[in-house]
């Protein structure tokens, strides 16, 4: 099992800090995020809050001292010791994923640190090594949608993929205009997000012009009804799922065993859930791909890595955060992603 590789890695936490790191992005709104930094016996392992709650980052920074997390630990007792504390100090945060978001910065954070301090990285330790990483771009259109977004960036460069959220206003005429660059390699229905920014309601037209207009495409988080489950009668094998996907459990209460899955390590809160549900994954021979929340930093770096190791071929939704800029310039990685030359930690640079 992969947690057993890491579970009894060593830690010493002598202090942590805190810092805010603030960007416009390409969907139209500031993303806030928090870099935990641990430091001790010389290393400083670092994780990132995604927290999508500006407030809650500003209101983390002001009770930095009410998380007790100094000491001695192997990494698993690192992690129940962080268990037994309210990290939104009393208060409710908006969504209750919010809890595992920041649980995941701590606990990320400490498995950096215990690799660097063991002077070695996950890689190495796991037995295993970093891969290229293939990644596609991740985007909305633009309202109202006409696909000019996507064949700007193919203008840019052609080698590009892209995975898409449709929305009710997406046309026909959109739709063939998007599929005739074989370029879209998944598209979001965001159909399991409820009292969110970004819910897209269960559309039984929207879904049908997706599923014929789009083949070959995976399909992510539909939303299941009476009227919009025939129509994934024949297509569950494209169909992958994100948000709903925070452990094994999660993974056992899909309406039907997945053959692909979006992994975004921040959902999982702890190092061992993320790892039992990859071994799971691979027991089960669900292929995986990598996910993104707009991380700003070293959580970045992060979800480099579990890609690397595990699915590097698979359209990782991992684009480097330069994607993200509301205008992107310059020169811009390209995909696949080399990894780096002398890694450690949990770090990717």
């Not at 920041?102 to 640190?113: G, K, P, T, V, Y």
């Not at 921040?266 to 669900?286: A, M």
């Not at 310059?330 to 640079?349: K, Q, V």
Request: with cysteine.
């Amino acid at each position: 099992m992969l947690y057993d590789h890491v579970s009894d890695l060593k830690l010493e936490v002598e202090a942590y800090d805190l810092k805010q790191r603030e960007r416009d992005t390409s969907s139209g709104f500031t993303r806030a995020t928090t870099i935990v930094s641990l430091h001790g016996d010389g290393e400083t392992g670092r994780g990132e809050d995604v927290t999508y709650d500006n407030d809650a980052h500003d209101a983390l920074h002001a009770s930095a001292e009410d998380s007790p997390v100094t000491g001695e630990y192997t990494l698993e007792e690192f992690s129940g010791q962080l268990s037994e504390i309210d990290l939104f100090h009393g208060t409710e945060p908006n969504q209750s994923i919010f809890r595992n978001y920041r649980q995941w910065a701590f606990e990320s954070a400490a498995l950096d640190i215990a690799l660097k301090q063991a002077d070695t990285n996950l890689a190495d330790h796991l037995g295993r090594t970093y891969d290229p990483v293939r990644f596609v771009v991740s985007t909305r259109l633009e309202n109202p949608p006409t696909g000019d977004k996507v064949l700007d960036w193919l203008d840019r460069n052609s080698e590009l993929e892209f995975k898409l959220d449709p929305t009710s206003e997406w046309t026909t005429e959109v739709i063939e205009r998007l599929a005739a660059t074989d370029a879209v390699r998944t598209l979001d229905l965001k159909g399991q997000y409820h009292g969110t920014t970004v819910d897209q309601p269960a559309d039984p037209e929207l879904y049908e012009r997706i599923i014929e207009g789009f083949p070959e495409a995976l399909i992510e988080d539909p939303e299941l009804n009476d009227e919009t489950r025939p129509l994934f009668e024949g297509e569950e094998a494209r169909v992958t799922w994100d948000y709903p996907i925070r452990g094994v459990e999660t993974v056992e209460d899909l309406p039907w065993e997945p053959e692909w899955l979006n992994i975004k390590p921040s959902r999982f809160g702890s190092i061992q859930s993320l790892f039992d549900t990859i071994d799971y994954c691979q027991k089960h021979d669900i292929r995986m791909f990598g996910g993104g929340q707009f991380e700003l930093d070293v959580g970045r770096e992060h979800i480099h890595a579990v890609a690397s190791l595990f699915y590097p071929d698979a359209p990782n939704d991992v684009a480097p955060k330069a994607y993200n800029d509301p205008d992107p310039s310059g020169d811009l990685p390209t995909s696949p992603l080399a990894p780096p030359e002398t890694p450690r930690g949990l770090s990717w640079r």
